[in-house]
């Protein structure tokens, strides 16, 4: 299993053709009885009502069956690309998602080789307990704090800022349209950085402590360890994370987005954070038209999965192909 | 064999240390804020200004909670779904991802292709909703353990971490004539308890927080899940001041609207009471799981 | 570590057996809820659907002997539900119809949840939602069960609702909804212009009659008050949360004379977007000249309501136009007096909506009201005793259930009715703890309610009651806004003509969408002639995106209206 996916542990002489697949398919029935439950169950789930899928090329009505209303084939996705907003709403997706795999995702790798290198076994276990606490804070509740700390009216920051003499004037921290791309960051950086570290954590605890040592013997420095032995290490889960991501670029967080912009209605800022989720949610679902919607989640799911092989193509490229 | 600390060394545990203390204060703020509104009087909180403490102490907001009498059974029922559906869920998922993690696997491809497309296309909910009612789930608790029994995402960071594992191992008890179910169980889980730690960890806290499949199948109030409850209390506690005096004087219909969104919000006291009831246990159990994020689970497995 | 495993693999069985007894058991006896009432014959309820509803069937509206429980469902997430018959308002209808009641509503995502209803089938017996497409689509699908034949029975609806409330209320010629606040009078107010006290002393007490008064004592209260006595900044005008502006021209438009229906208005007779009406062109720049000037609070567009309630409970707002009426829930009033002893806000006098431009105080427009109220309650074809239901639901539209949801059943609050028919109060309703009035349940279960009966009742109640025991929100609404107030059906149902699905319903949505982005632009502009361009492009774009298509549908239902039930706007600037 260590290494490389594509290295077959054993020759085997191969049969051909399907009486040799079913050969080796019974030859090997243990393994595939740990995987055919899992399948069913996804087949079941998942599958089985995907039909659903057919609303984006229809005009479902309430009441109708999915799958059975009537067909307009590719209206919706007409509409789509001819929406005077739509050039808008995809910059602003990109950007942001742009801007949080820039930020957002290297951020928990360091904050877990970092923790990692804490010695005092009480601090380091107080660190990580504090850190995924904003995970748990929903986004509205998040959204009211964030609007009390970076508040114009004697926020935290502001009163800090002006204390420090670094600005005379409150800044309007939801207030300009072009800080949102930061505060949404920002604000999804605090939230989503010690949850986001406990699977590189939980990866780096599988490393063997000798590997450590011996470098040392070796003459590494403590950074040369990080980088070589830690990161190194974790590198694999690391890629898979960074292809996923990739994967969800036209998802930015809804309900982030919806909460920092007071549903939308935030005038100053509807320039900057509408995003492809917020558009169909405003003009799809409340606008009464459920079939746009599914339209434009069909749309972000097929570009979402070409942008998915392709990193996965790319890291296969460099040895490290996920899929 | 401990190394002298060089200068370098100090510098670097001072920055590190002082990184990690701006991340707890502002990860920590927060919550002790959340905490001192929980316990401050609902009508003072409006007034806005608190900190780290209540202004007006009180109580109430915690009690309005715990008199309501779903909430302890709906503890029961979030305790029991949490608990049943990490094993289940655990059990499931890592078997098809140690599976998956074998690139000897007769269909990998296929099955690996099988598992992407649903995390990016789906069906919709009405049509989910009908398989569920086929299955007989419907207003069941086995609705919040069978369809979340494997979690494809949780499935791949598995199997990354089984790819991970030294195949001398496997190999080694594969020649002294186990078979894959063996290796599974006595070679594979117990090297991996790290992911199995996290990935409980993942489903515990989704199982925990869930409410939406509660919302939609189930009717039986006895069965809704400690989310349900809550939400329910909050916009109880709303509702009931927002009736007095507003309907009557309606304009019309464009007035309508206004009844219902974004109108009082007496209840931030309230609501952070809720955050903290959902929150405190998983904080009080998270050290527990803590400890299975120490270094060297593998080391004796590799040595012995 | 093989103890702990075993330990810990008993201590989930024992677990998983607890849930499931506990899951498992409970189902039972709440399934067969309504199977325990014998009368209703649950086996065959699928078929005497269509028999009972024909009035054929063994109920009649005086005989409630046989206990009756059905399921009753709010189509709004924010609703909150209580138990039926744990306080003394329901149990006492409960004794009345033998009715049980079991209340459940979405907790999200409300559209799904109805899709979902509808799609499976697993309706409830009575629902209250919106009037509007989806309501007509669930009575064209057949799933509403029509009024016609309970009204025969019991003619609480047809007492107390005006002819033309109902036909507005039919859908292809049937009535399937009971209507929730409709009314016959108009009565009460929402909205309306208040001062702050402490502000308005300092600024040296200006009178506050017309809108001019209202922007000097503005600029006043920004430049010579400045800050409160706390030291913090005075904000001369704040309205409560509005992201697109309309609430900020609304008040203003309306001081000019005009009325705003949503984003439309009359003009020359005709139903149009008012944009193209140049007096709502004069508001919107009048808006934009407050905010240039500093005027309105710089955080209107971004301020939750949380944060603009923040700043009124602690003085800070000057010029506050909101619902007054919110100070029963939010005591945004309640507390500024209690914290500082001497303020308050009051409704400036003597106009609530001071008139601009020398115009008389006669021609200006308070809130135009239709008689259909805001929703409706209807009985889906599930239902296996739908008169019972009707029965139950119209009572609360009586004067004498009116009395019942305010200050609860006789016997409790009150044991006799007065002279004029008003209940004679034993204790102050202001002076109730929120246990009794919870234990009561008072003004929850307004399903539906009367807006006349409702009304009339609690004004005078109020104002028989000494003066410092009156509650300010019920004495503004019954004797300075109903004056204000007038009744009129024009309006309703014009948004209905078109289906969202349509390509003018594509349009609609794209059009109201951009006004909703750019109108604050409007306001928020560096210059009047930036407004007037910003104003002039919204206009353009309206016209390029299918308006006149849409204001053409739209006027054909309001030449209707107009012709059926008459108009309002006959004084003033619309006088002919």
């Not at chain 1, 009885?33 to 057919?54: A, E, K, N, T």
């Not at chain 1, 954070?273 to 097929?302: C, E, H, M, Q, W």
């Not at chain 2, 990184?19 to 502002?26: G, K, P, R, T």
């Not at chain 3, 009406?277 to 000249?289: Q, S, T």
Request: charged share 20%.
């Amino acid at each position: 299993m260590n290494g490389n996916i594509a290295i077959q542990p054993t020759a085997v002489r191969k049969k051909g053709g399907i009486s040799g697949f079913l050969h080796e398919f019974l030859k090997q029935f243990d393994l595939q009885l740990l995987v055919i439950p899992g399948i069913i169950h996804i087949i079941i789930f998942s599958y089985i009502p995907m039909y659903g899928i057919l609303m984006a090329f229809q005009e479902f009505r309430l009441g109708d069956f999915p799958g059975m209303s009537e067909w307009v084939g590719f209206k919706h996705f007409n509409y789509l690309f001819t929406d005077p907003n739509f050039g808008l709403v995809l910059r602003n997706t990109i950007v942001i998602s742009l801007l949080k795999l820039l930020f957002c995702f290297p951020a928990p790798i360091l904050f877990a080789i970092l923790i990692n290198e804490i010695t005092n076994m009480r601090f380091k276990k107080t660190v990580q307990t504090v850190s995924y606490l904003p995970h748990f804070i929903s986004w509205v509740v998040a959204g009211t704090l964030m609007f009390d700390f970076f508040s114009v009216d004697n926020g935290a920051i502001n009163s800090a800022l002006i204390a420090l003499g670094i600005i005379d004037r409150p800044i309007h921290f939801f207030g300009v349209g072009e800080y949102f791309w930061g505060m949404a960051v920002i604000t999804d950086l605090w939230k989503s950085l010690g949850w986001n570290t406990i699977i590189f954590i939980s990866a780096i605890t599988s490393i063997d402590p000798d590997l450590y040592e011996a470098a040392e013997i070796d003459g590494a420095g403590r950074y040369a360890k990080m980088w070589h032995i830690t990161f190194k290490s974790i590198l694999p889960t690391i890629i898979l994370l960074l292809i996923f991501n990739v994967g969800n670029l036209l998802n930015a967080n809804f309900d982030q987005i919806m909460v920092l912009t007071k549903q939308m209605t935030n005038p100053k800022l509807r320039e900057f954070a509408d995003v492809i989720d917020t558009y169909v949610y405003r003009v799809g679902i409340s606008g009464n038209r459920p079939s746009y919607a599914s339209a434009a989640g069909l749309f972000k799911s097929v570009i979402n999965i070409m942008l998915l092989l392709a990193a996965n193509k790319v890291a296969s490229k460099s040895g490290h192909e996920v899929l | 064999m401990k190394r002298k600390k060089s200068l370098g060394d100090w510098i670097f545990d001072i920055v590190n240390t002082l990184i990690m203390l701006i991340i707890v204060f502002v990860t920590l703020y927060p919550f002790i804020n959340s905490l001192a509104i929980s316990l401050n009087d609902a009508d003072d909180t409006i007034r806005g200004g608190i900190t780290f403490y209540p202004r007006v102490f009180t109580w109430r907001n915690y009690e309005l909670i715990f008199q309501n009498k779903l909430v302890y059974g709906a503890y029961i029922i979030s305790i029991g779904r949490t608990i049943i559906g990490i094993i289940t869920g655990l059990l499931f998922t890592a078997a098809l991802a140690f599976g998956m993690a074998h690139s000897n696997l007769k269909g990998r491809r296929f099955y690996t292709i099988l598992c992407i497309i649903p995390m990016y296309f789906g069906g919709g909910l009405i049509p989910y909703y009908f398989l569920i009612r086929a299955l007989g789930l419907m207003n069941s608790f086995w609705v919040y353990i069978v369809p979340s029994l494997v979690g494809i995402w949780n499935m791949l960071l598995m199997r990354t971490y089984f790819l991970g594992i030294p195949i001398a191992l496997e190999e080694s008890a594969r020649i002294d004539g186990a078979n894959y179910f063996t290796v599974f169980f006595k070679i594979i889980l117990p090297v991996s308890v790290p992911i199995l730690a996290t990935i409980a960890l993942f489903i515990g806290v989704g199982q925990w927080n869930s409410w939406f499949d509660a919302y939609i199948f189930i009717t039986d109030q006895s069965l809704k899940p400690i989310q349900s409850v809550l939400l329910s209390i909050i916009s109880e506690a709303q509702f009931a001041q927002r009736m007095a005096q507003a309907a009557s004087g309606q304009a019309g219909p464009i007035d309508a609207g206004r009844v219902g969104k974004g109108m009082t919000i007496n209840v931030r006291s309230l609501t952070m009471a809720t955050m903290m009831v959902t929150v405190l246990p998983i904080v009080m159990v998270y050290p527990f799981l803590q400890r299975y994020f120490i270094k060297g689970v593998m080391i004796g497995s590799l040595k012995g | 570590m093989k103890k702990v495993r075993i330990i810990s693999l008993l201590l989930v069985t024992l677990l998983v057996l607890a849930v499931m007894t506990a899951g498992c058991g409970k189902k039972a006896p709440d399934t067969s809820g309504p199977a325990d009432t014998p009368s209703t014959t649950p086996e065959t309820g699928g078929e005497t659907q269509t028999g009972g509803d024909a009035g054929e069937g063994a109920e009649t509206t005086d005989d409630y002997s046989e206990p009756y429980t059905f399921t009753h469902y709010f189509n709004y997430d924010w609703w909150g539900i209580k138990p039926w018959g744990e306080d003394e308002v329901s149990k006492y209808l409960s004794q009345k119809f033998n009715v049980h009641v079991e209340f459940a509503k979405p907790d999200a995502d409300p559209a799904a949840k109805l899709n979902v209803m509808i799609s499976s089938g697993d309706l409830p017996d009575s629902i209250m939602m919106e009037r509007g497409a989806d309501n007509i689509r669930l009575a064209r699908l057949g799933l509403l069960q029509p009024l016609e034949p309970f009204m025969a029975k019991n003619p609480n609806l047809q007492e107390n609702l005006l002819p033309q409330t109902i036909e507005l209320l039919k859908i292809d010629g049937k009535l399937y909804g009971i209507p929730n606040w409709p009314r016959r009078a108009p009565t009460g107010g929402n909205d309306v212009w208040m001062y702050n006290v402490r502000i308005w002393e300092d600024a040296g007490k200006p009178k506050l009659e017309t809108f001019e008064d209202l922007y000097e004592f503005a600029k006043k209260a920004k430049n010579d008050v400045g800050k409160t006595r706390e030291g913090l900044d005075v904000i001369p005008l704040m309205m409560d949360a509005t992201g697109d502006g309309w609430r900020l021209v609304n008040a203003f438009y309306r001081s000019f004379g005009g009325v705003l229906n949503g984003w439309y208005t009359v003009v020359d007779g005709k139903y149009r977007i008012a944009f193209r009406d140049p007096l709502f062109k004069e508001a919107a720049l009048e808006v934009n000249k407050w905010w240039r000037e500093g005027l309105i609070a710089e955080t209107q567009f971004t301020d939750t309501t949380d944060q603009m309630l923040e700043k009124a409970t602690n003085g800070r707002i000057a010029l506050l136009y909101y619902d007054h009426s919110q100070d029963d829930t939010n005591h945004f009033r309640e507390i500024l007096r209690r914290n500082y002893p001497g303020d308050s806000y009051e409704v400036v006098d003597p106009n609530p909506f001071p008139p601009a431009k020398g115009l008389s105080p006669n021609d200006i427009y308070g809130d135009i009201a239709s008689t259909v109220g805001w929703n409706v309650t209807c009985i889906t074809t599930k239902a296996e005793n739908p008169q019972r239901i009707f029965d139950l639901w119209t009572y609360l539209l009586t004067r004498e259930g009116a009395i019942i949801q305010q200050y609860g059943p006789p016997g409790q609050l009150w044991d006799s009715l007065d002279d004029q028919g008003l209940p004679i109060l034993k204790k102050y309703e202001g002076e109730l703890t929120a246990e009794e009035r919870d234990r009561l349940g008072l003004w929850f279960w307004m399903i539906p309610g009367h807006s006349d009966h409702v009304d009339t009742v609690k004004y005078a109640i109020n104002d028989k009651l000494p003066e410092d025991k009156r509650n300010w929100v019920v004495w503004v609404q019954a004797h300075i806004l109903t004056p204000t107030k007038v009744i009129s059906d024009e309006f309703v149902g014009i948004g209905d003509v078109i289906d969202p699905q349509s390509d003018l319903g594509v349009n609609r949505t794209l059009c109201e969408d951009y006004i909703a982005a750019n109108f604050p632009q409007v306001i928020m502009a560096k210059s009047t002639e930036e407004a007037e361009k910003i104003f002039d492009d919204i206009i353009k774009f309206l016209d390029e995106n299918g308006m006149p298509a849409i204001e053409e549908e739209y006027d054909k239902k309001y030449q209707d209206n107009v012709k059926r039930y008459g108009t309002v706007l006959n004084k003033g600037r619309y006088a002919k």
